[in-house]
């Protein structure tokens, strides 16, 4: 087949990891991917990329989220229908497309008329929903949104979610379950063949014979690194080899290290900086334990399975999408969401215990490998798709 890949996105981050890696397990499948977006860019180039340096920073459609008045912003989001949908219909016309597939976004409905017009099979990839926990505000016209919504998911073919959450939000508003796949979110499996070699990372980094407990992401708040550092900073006299590694940048990187300061270990945190997507799995593979924060109830964090794919010890709080991945003492650790004590507590116990980490790290990554990789990904979006 060939397939429109349809993002109303920037296409960096961890967002162009996700589209990146369908569209490659897509094209392993032996199809053709054509993306269409109102930047134009390849996410295949931009997977990872930093969306808080330059140039990101300063394209068109981020200086205008950035100045614009939501109502305004809300209302170009809208006005993109009409440029979507005569741009994705000359695509589909040109390029002789057999299906859409299409990552969801508030008020976003051309695609899916096009769909219906021209009798095209629809897949919606959605990741998340109005009303739910996000980064940007809420939209200030949610009956707008959710009548968009509506028209999308009964229109659609496929309906793919990266947690329960989402598709128990989905099927309430009447929209058949049996279209409506779980899909957590995947590595690629050629990129994870081999475990990295975290020594020379360790090396460069100065990070030889310590506990290395690590992170990688963006240093925004609904990560809440705040917690990590403290956990580290109140085991910092039972562990005097605990160090902590954050691979990343953002906002909060100064905040971050002032508080790092201030609780008396600045000398224990290790800021690596953003770093070429390429060269995440060395970093990873550079770490004893790897963490994950925080997380909510619809969000399928990327960076576990990268955790996982390197045969570390993942430590992750109690959610029920990580939940369904990670199995408490088998293949990973669970903290309850939002607890200092408790994610203290399992770090403490990971600290403390190599041949636990080792076994976790080595069940992780069979996981991963044997169950969320972008291939199967693809592979069950198109079964379901037949």
Known sequence: MKILYHFRTRGTGAEAVHISGIARAFEKLGHTVVFSSPTGIDPRRTAGSNPYREPARTGFIARLSRHCPAFVFELLEIGYNIVAFFRNGSILHSEKCDAIYERHAFFLFSTALLARLRKIPLIIEVNELVGDERVRAQPLFRGITRLCDRFVFFNARVIVVVSPHLKRRIISQGVDEQKVLVLPNAVDAEDCANVADGQPMRERLHLENFVVVGFVGWFVEWHRLDLLIDAVAA?????????????????????????????????????????????IPA?????????????????????????MAQ????????????????????????????SSKSLRER????????????????????????????????????????
Request: charged share 25%; aromatic share 6%.
């Open 235 to 279: 085991l910092a006299s039972q562990f005097p080899k605990l160090k902590l590694l954050l691979i990343g940048d953002g906002t909060l990187r100064e905040a971050l290290a002032m508080q790092a300061k201030r609780t008396g270990i600045i000398e224990r945190v290790v800021f690596a900086g953003a770093v070429p997507h390429a060269e």
């Open 283 to 307: 970093h990873i593979a550079a770490m004893d334990i790897c963490v994950v924060p925080h997380s909510n109830e619809y969000r399928s964090p990327i960076k576990l399975f990268e955790y």
């Open 311 to 338: 045969a570390r010890a993942v430590l992750a709080p109690r959610t029920e999408s990580i939940v369904a991945v990670i199995r408490d003492g088998e293949n990973g650790c669970l903290f309850e969401p939002l």
């Open 347 to 386: 770090l403490a116990e990971l600290a403390q215990n190599d041949e636990l980490r080792n076994t976790l790290g080595d069940q992780a990554r069979q996981d991963v490998l044997a169950k969320y990789t972008w291939d199967k990904n693809a592979a069950a979006i198109l079964q379901e798709l037949s």
